[in-house]
């Protein structure tokens, strides 16, 4: 059974910075693509950004330029840095991984990702 959990999450004021992490624990799979997503009460779950596994990144419009992904394979571990942080990045913040066989394309859509962590809040607010 492959858990994903994240960490690192909290509040913090507008301009503020947080790192969040995901571990990857059980069987390990040979993960391609590593993601975020988010999602704010009312709204669709939505992508943030993505890593694969040779280190190519994408991200949101909403958030390019404040955040950054990266992945250490060895631990099958991802971490997002959110600097310069605003009230609309409140939300709760979803680590995912695909199965090893996704294609780049289909990078932006949830169903593409095949594990899922449990979700950790993120509060922007003075």
């Known amino acids: 059974q492959v858990e994903l959990v994240e960490s690192g999450g909290g509040l913090v004021q507008p301009g503020g910075s947080l790192r969040l992490s995901c571990a990857t624990s059980?069987?390990?799979?040979?993960?391609?693509?590593m993601a975020w997503f988010r999602q704010a009460p009312g709204r669709e779950r939505e992508f943030v950004a993505c890593?694969?596994?040779?280190?190519?990144?994408s991200y949101a419009d909403s958030v390019k330029g404040r955040f950054t992904i990266s992945r250490d394979n060895a631990k099958n571990t991802i971490y997002l840095q959110m600097d310069t942080l605003k009230p609309e990045d409140t939300a709760s913040y979803y680590c995912?991984?695909?199965?090893?066989?996704?294609?780049?394309?289909?990078?932006?859509?949830?169903?593409?990702?095949?594990?899922w962590g449990q979700g950790i809040q993120v509060t922007v607010s003075s």
């Open positions: 059980g069987a390990t799979p040979t993960t391609r693509l």
């Open positions: 890593i694969r596994r040779d280190r190519a990144t």
């Open positions: 995912a991984a695909d199965n090893g066989r996704s294609i780049w394309s289909s990078r932006y859509t949830a169903s593409t990702y095949y594990y």
